[in-house]
């Protein structure tokens, strides 16, 4: 990864921590988002506030693996690698269980489930590669993983986006649930094949 596309996306990973974490730990869990969402995590308090919390750890923690200085200190990064397999371990139990409570009906849930399903399987198969200590496996699993992590980036990023265009929250919400993480798959598998 480029210098650019690496610093890139430390800082954005970062912005949407901070933003996680200030509206979800600082603030009232769900007041800055849709009043029905915020209905919702007011009755499921602790899936939200776990899938936030840990999937931050995880979005906080994957950038940094890919700082080639950082990666040749093995000791940094498996502690680093393994504070994000916990991040997305959990992130992702609490996000699918999330997702079956998420705002836009069966096309949103059905787009966050398996977002949490495939994100959880590719962290599965980093850790098998990394066991059987295969780092090529290990390498492409880990950035398909990190790809799907991304999500909570191009979800805000596409939020505001459809937001400006003046769209109706209800017509754009349950696409993003799949416009989050899908282009993110096609093009971290379309960097991968150019390698
Ligand atoms: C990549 C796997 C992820 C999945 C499957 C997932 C799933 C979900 C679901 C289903 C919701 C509820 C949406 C609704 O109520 O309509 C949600 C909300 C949320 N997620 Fe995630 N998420 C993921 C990653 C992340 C990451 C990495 C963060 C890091 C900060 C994050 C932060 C949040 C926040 C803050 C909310 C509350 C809604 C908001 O204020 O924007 N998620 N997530």
Same mark, same amino acid.
């Given at each position: 990864?480029?210098?650019?596309?690496?610093?890139?996306?430390?800082?954005?990973s970062?912005?949407?921590v901070?933003?996680?974490?200030?509206?979800?730990?600082?603030?009232?869990?769900?007041?800055?988002?849709?009043?029905?969402?915020?209905?919702?995590?007011?009755?499921?308090?602790? &899936?939200?506030?776990?899938?936030?919390?840990?999937?931050?750890?995880a979005l906080l923690?994957?950038?940094?693996?890919?700082?080639?200085?950082?990666?040749?200190?093995?000791?940094?990064?498996?502690?680093? /690698?393994?504070?994000?397999?916990?991040?997305?371990?959990? /992130? /992702?139990?609490?996000?699918?269980?999330?997702?079956?409570?998420?705002?836009? /009906?069966?096309?949103?849930?059905?787009?966050?489930?398996?977002?949490?399903?495939?994100?959880?399987?590719?962290?599965?198969?980093?850790?098998?590669?990394? @066991?059987? @200590?295969?780092?090529? @496996?290990?390498?492409?699993?880990?950035? &398909?993983?990190?790809?799907?992590?991304?999500?909570?980036?191009?979800? &805000?990023?596409?939020?505001?986006?459809?937001?400006?265009?003046?769209?109706?929250?209800?017509?754009?919400?349950?696409?993003?649930?799949?416009?989050?993480?899908?282009?993110?798959?096609?093009?971290?598998?379309?960097?991968?094949? @150019?390698?």
């Open positions: 990864m480029k210098a650019f596309a690496r610093w890139t996306v430390l800082l954005l970062v912005g949407t901070g933003y996680g974490l200030f509206a979800y730990f600082l603030l009232e869990p769900g007041s800055t988002v849709h009043p029905e969402m915020k209905a919702a995590y007011a009755e499921h308090p602790v &899936r939200i506030l776990a899938h936030v919390g840990f999937s931050a750890v923690a994957g950038p940094f693996q890919f700082f080639p200085g950082l990666r040749k200190r093995m000791k940094l990064h498996r502690a680093l /690698g393994f504070v994000y397999f916990v991040g997305v371990g959990v /992130g /992702g139990v609490a996000g699918f269980f999330t997702a079956l409570i998420a705002y836009g /009906g069966l096309v949103s849930q059905a787009g966050f489930g398996l977002l949490a399903i495939v994100w959880l399987w590719t962290a599965a198969e980093a850790l098998r590669a990394i @066991r059987q @200590r295969d780092f090529t @496996r290990h390498e492409l699993w880990a950035l &398909r993983c990190f790809a799907l992590t991304f999500a909570a980036v191009t979800l &805000r990023i596409q939020l505001g986006l459809f937001g400006a265009a003046s769209g109706s929250f209800d017509d754009y919400y349950p696409l993003l649930a799949w416009s989050s993480w899908v282009p993110n798959l096609i093009f971290i598998e379309w960097v991968l094949k @150019r390698r």
